[in-house]
RNA sequence: GUCCCCGUAGCUCAGCUGGAUAGAGCAUCAGUUUCCUAAACUGAGGGCCACAGGUUCGAAUCCUGUCGGGGACGCCA
């Protein structure tokens, strides 16, 4: 249960009480009503806002409302006290057995504890990587990959039906240059010197593999027939090859997609032509003239007759060209199609998770969405920003294999999937991230995944020693939780409780590094209780003359461990037994 | 020239879609180990929330402008 979610309930009940009362006016708009914890914890467990927000509809003073409300919340059994604060603020203080039973909620259900049904299981596509099949992911790819994953599992974990998707982007001019590169590493494999690699090539040495790789299939038969014959045959090869290490690196990183879409494909069975035909139909194209861009010098500018898409009707700048001056589709024309097979296949809610260079790209994505969907579809973007890979303050800018960039596989070799996917997920998507190796691994405070990793493996630790001990660590969901009243420890108890509202926040926000700095602050107020311990003997959780005391507390102590590996669950971080 | 993101402690960053006296870590200083992992904990100092207006009961948060940093801008994807 969202305790705050429960509340809000409860006051707009006893509004409605003083509605019925003539004590309020009817029809008033409940909206930004908010219950939440105050910040400062001594006000109380809750706090509303209910009484500022509604005076000036109901013409009075917020303090008279809040006067008069008091009062029937008060009335309800879970709260202890209650005051009129500040401008208008209702503080309410919440009996200790309210909060126990959230803690035996909890232990009840283990890490699903903070499942919501807030989603309504609505169904949600979260698109993703979508890194061209042109080489290996580098960790630009590896942010977006964590971001859109964690994303996605919190979105399942907040009740909504989540599909996990790849768009293959294995059309257009880059996996012809793609084909030709390879070919000529396929000519390499079998003998020639192919000197420098030509400007306008892939000069990238993961190529070599992938010559290799055909030349050991095909032999030496496409060597000197026409590009005409080999392009497609070395294209399909790389895009299949690059794609297959693609998946490899994502599964070492913990990601499965639900879906790969190819482009190509989407483009043969004439997807674009039916999205072109939509618009279309909703007179949203016409042939017409662009201003040339501004900026960068238009060195090979030709002002000519184009199709548009009137984009500046749904927020854009300018309307946006849907086809080369060859005649063939834009990139922009594809994704539209992309985008509308999404939304054909039933995703109205659509998130994609892109790089910053694409930033000037959105807005036409999501004026093409609306668009396109009749106003029914919604598209949510979360641009990551650079990151930057260093070693004690140095920048590392390159790997061997890739030559220009530092590529997902070697952070997974040096650090793991673990350490890469927490990491990646303690600063926003729109902030610029340096990641630094050695503090990667660092075992130190200064270190969240470390410092929350420590926080479970004591939590192990303690449950192994009790049941070594020969304390019953089955069943503590039925522990006697009353015995549960030291100030620390129900202070904890609160803080678990506040995990099914930080779930539905941070996916109501699309923003999974929430659950980062939640469950640092978890862990950091575990260990503070753990360390009381040591000033005073009586707070430690095992008790050796009082089992059920122990039972209570170490209740709490496995509630904790369950909440922690509820957050790294939706992280796809596998949560450690012990530290070595 | 236009658009997008960012600007919070010396440093790295949070700040719960507008709430009460702005919070962590690092660094600095001072403490805590016969004890379930001290790889931890406790305390202190440190702020014109870039700047200037505006919106209202109330602004780090929203709107406008300025300055500073990054990114993007037809026929690349």
Redesign the pocket.
């Known amino acids: 249960m969202n305790p705050y979610r429960h509340f809000i309930g409860v006051i707009e009940a006893a509004l409605g009480a003083m509605q019925a009362a003539g004590e309020l006016p009817a029809g008033l708009d409940f909206s930004a009503l ?1 219950a ?5 914890a ?3 467990d809750i ?1 509303t ?1 209910a009484a ?2 509604l ?2 509809a109901a013409q009075k003073k ?1 303090r008279d409302i809040a006067d008069a409300l008091l009062p029937r919340l008060k009335a309800n059994p879970d709260v202890v006290d209650g005051s009129v ?5 209702i ?1 309410l203080k919440l009996s200790d057995s309210f909060w126990r039973e959230r803690l035996r909620e909890c232990l009840k259900e283990g890490v699903a504890y903070g499942d919501s049904t807030m989603g309504g299981a609505r169904k949600v596509n979260v698109e993703y990587v979508s890194a ?1 099949p042109t080489g290996p992911l580098h960790v630009a790819h590896a942010r977006g990959a964590v971001v859109g994953d964690a994303l996605a599992n919190l979105l399942l974990k907040a009740g909504y039906a989540v599909t996990k998707e790849y768009y293959i ?1 294995d ?5 012809d240059i793609l084909g030709r590169s390879t070919f000529l590493r396929y000519k390499e494999a079998l003998g020639d010197h192919i000197g420098t690699i030509p400007e306008g090539l892939y000069p990238g040495e993961y190529l070599k593999e992938v010559g290799a790789a055909i030349a050991r299939r095909d032999g030496a038969r496409w060597i000197d027939k026409p590009e005409r014959d080999w392009l497609p045959e070395m294209r399909a090869f790389a895009i299949a090859f690059l794609m297959d290490e693609i998946k490899a690196d994502l599964d070492t990183l913990g990601v499965r997609m639900d879906v790969y879409t190819s ?1 190509r494909a989407l483009v043969e069975a004439g997807a674009v032509d039916r999205a072109f035909q939509e618009l279309t139909r909703q007179d949203l194209i016409y042939s017409g003239r ?1 201003e ?5 010098k ?5 002002d ?1 007759e ?1 199709t548009l898409f009137r984009a500046t009707k749904f927020g854009d ?1 300018v309307d946006r ?1 849907l086809k ?3 005649g063939s589709w ?3 024309s594809n994704d539209i199609a992309n985008h509308y097979d999404k939304f054909r296949r039933g995703f109205a809610d659509q998130i994609d998770v892109w790089g ?8 036409r994505m999501k004026a093409a969405v609306k668009a396109i969907t009749g106003g029914d579809g919604e598209l949510d973007v979360k ?1 990551c ?2 990151v930057r890979v260093m070693r004690n303050g140095e920048l590392v800018r390159m790997s061997k294999r890739a030559g220009t960039f530092v590529t997902l596989r070697d952070l997974l070799d040096e650090v793991g999937p673990d350490v890469v996917r927490f990491t990646m997920l ?3 998507n ?5 990641f630094d190796l050695a503090k990667a691994t660092e ?4 270190n969240p995944v ?2 929350v990793q ?1 926080g479970h ?2 939590i192990r ?2 449950l192994r ?1 009790s049941s070594a001990a020969g304390i019953v660590v089955d069943g503590l969901d039925s522990a006697p939780l009353d015995r549960l009243g030291d100030a620390g420890e129900l202070s904890l108890v609160r803080q678990i409780a506040q995990w099914p ?1 930080q779930v539905e ?1 941070a996916a ?4 999974p ?2 659950i980062a ?1 939640y469950l ?2 978890l862990a ?1 107020a575990f ?9 005073e ?1 009586a ?4 008790v050796e003359e009082d089992t059920e005391l122990t039972r209570a507390r170490l209740a709490l102590v496995q509630a904790i461990g369950f909440v922690i590996g509820s957050g790294l669950k939706v992280f796809g971080v596998t949560p450690v037994e ?3």
């Open positions: 908010t939440e914890p105050p910040r400062d001594a006000h109380g706090a806002n500022m927000v005076a000036k917020p604060a500040g401008p208008g603020f503080n061209n982007n059309a257009g001019a880059q996996v482009e662009l040339p861009p501004k900026g960068k238009p060195d090979d500018w030709e000519r184009q700048e060209p080369k001056s060859d834009t990139y922009f910053a260079d694409h930033g000037g790209y959105v807005k641009l920003q650079l303690t600063r926003k729109d902030a610029p991230f340096d075992q130190s405070r200064d470390w410092y420590y493996a004591r630790s303690v020693k509202r926040a109501a926000a699309h923003e590094h929430r700095f640092y602050d950091a260990h503070a209780h753990w360390n009381r311990g040591g000033d003997p707070l430690r959780f095992i012990e530290m070595r």
